[in-house]
């Protein structure tokens, strides 16, 4: 038996959810689409859909069911139940899959407690966990963004918290030292030990089989409750090889996120696509991408099946994060010269700072942290509108009061 729908999203996670939303504004007739994923529970927020979204009429939720096969001149996907499922026009949200040790030949990490934070059900396991090993122990393993996230929420929940990365600073693909240093000191005082410059390289067990220490290269040994990984993703493309055109990891979209195949679109982490702004190719795992791409897509495809044109994606790259009750947000660019501006001192009672990243005589990112939300406009305008910088001392003197003059007199 087939199931046949105008529309199928596949995929359970941030971009599903959106894109749902999307088409539920843009009006649907009952039936008409249908999200698969393999998990067991609606997208979530990843919680983008209320229980109107829901409404079974409206959208048929598919859950629990992995598609094992995608035939994408047929039109149609295969279930592990054998289930076949087709479609007029298909949304690939597919996301990311967190890279396992186990993976990467590391000793002993199928260790029970050995943590991975992607689904919901990650989510519900280490909370148990935490409850289980009250004032216990954490390691960390890796210092990027969902690492330096799970080490403030471990800490917060009273658990002795030590991060292991290898960078030389936490957040390397973002923070420059400056700015990693005052977070680093700031995690410190909340009492969060660092490791840098060293690698897992296996895990001991106790008697019940779960995580007891974790060996580092360098040869110390941590003991360890609780270890939770952080340590990359990968874009979930395997169903679509050799069927659509990729580029950088990902699938290859336009800046309607339409792929090489009429009628099929991909969105979210899968999505290599254009960024108008620096006239390149880029595949981008944040949130914010998620969501927005997920609409832009569904207002094309409406748009299409109107006659209707829409403006193509015009992606600001943006990054944020709240940790310990401090929050710090990127907008933009991070190459070029950096400027640091404002009082980074971890010592500080009330830290404000940011950075400005130039290239070319241009500002092309921004970076600001600390309780400065009305700064956040300000700073997205200067990283939008790139505007020129004559005196690189005096923009550290002006700090956010540049931003602030360039978005007032909307200069460029």
């Known amino acids: 038996m087939v199931k046949?729908?105008?529309y199928i999203i596949l995929g359970g996670g941030v971009a599903a959810g959106y894109a749902a939303r999307e088409f539920a504004k843009q009006g649907l007739k009952p039936g008409e689409?249908?999200?698969?994923?393999?998990e067991a529970v609606a997208p979530y927020e990843r919680t983008v859909l209320s229980k109107s979204y829901l409404h079974p009429e409206c959208i048929e939720l598919i859950l629990s069911t992995e598609i094992v096969k995608a035939d994408l001149a047929a039109k149609s996907l295969t279930s592990a139940g054998g289930e076949t499922f087709s479609y007029q026009i298909l949304l690939i949200a597919t996301g990311s899959t967190v890279i396992r040790l186990s993976d990467l030949g590391v000793q002993g990490a199928d260790a029970k407690?050995?943590?991975y934070f992607r689904e919901i059900d990650d989510a519900d396991k280490l909370y148990e966990a935490i409850k289980a090993k009250k004032n216990g122990k954490a390691v960390v393993v890796g210092g990027e963004h969902i690492g330096m996230e799970l080490s403030a929420m471990l800490r917060c929940n009273?658990?002795?918290v030590t991060m292991v990365y290898p960078e030389p600073w936490c957040m390397s693909r973002l923070f420059t030292s400056d700015i990693a240093a005052f977070n680093e000191g700031y995690y410190a005082k909340k009492g969060v030990n660092i490791m840098k410059r060293t690698v897992v390289v296996g895990f001991t067990a106790n008697s019940d089989g779960e995580v007891k220490e974790v060996k580092l290269k360098d040869g110390r040994v941590l003991e360890a409750d609780i270890v939770v990984v952080g340590d990359g993703i990968r874009p979930q493309t395997a169903l679509f090889k050799g069927q659509v055109e990729e580029e950088k990891g990902g699938i290859k979209t336009d800046g309607f996120f339409k792929t090489s195949v009429p009628n099929v679109y991909?969105?979210?982490d899968v999505a290599t696509f254009p960024v108008k702004l620096y006239n390149e190719l880029r595949r981008v795992e944040y949130a914010e991408h998620a969501c927005q791409s997920a609409r832009k897509a569904v207002e094309a495809i409406k748009a299409a099946e109107e006659g209707k044109t829409v403006e193509e994606y015009d992606y600001l790259p943006v990054l944020y994060s709240h940790q310990f009750g401090h929050a710090w947000e990127f907008y933009g660019d991070n190459v070029g010269d950096t400027v640091l501006f404002g009082d980074s001192s971890p010592e500080s009672s009330i830290p404000k700072f940011g950075s400005y990243w130039i290239k070319d005589g241009k500002v092309v990112g921004a970076f600001w942290q600390g309780r400065i939300e009305e700064e956040r406009d300000a700073m997205a305008y200067v990283a939008?509108?790139?505007p020129s910088v004559q005196n690189?001392?005096?923009?550290a003197r002006e700090g956010f009061s540049f931003a602030r003059k360039i978005e007032n007199f909307g200069l460029e």
């Open 113 to 115: 407690n050995i943590f």
């Open 4 to 6: 046949t729908f105008k």
């Open 266 to 268: 991909a969105v979210g």
């Open 392 to 395: 690189v001392d005096e923009l």
């Open 384 to 386: 939008r509108v790139r």
């Open 158 to 160: 009273n658990l002795d």
């Open 33 to 38: 689409l249908a999200i698969i994923s393999k």
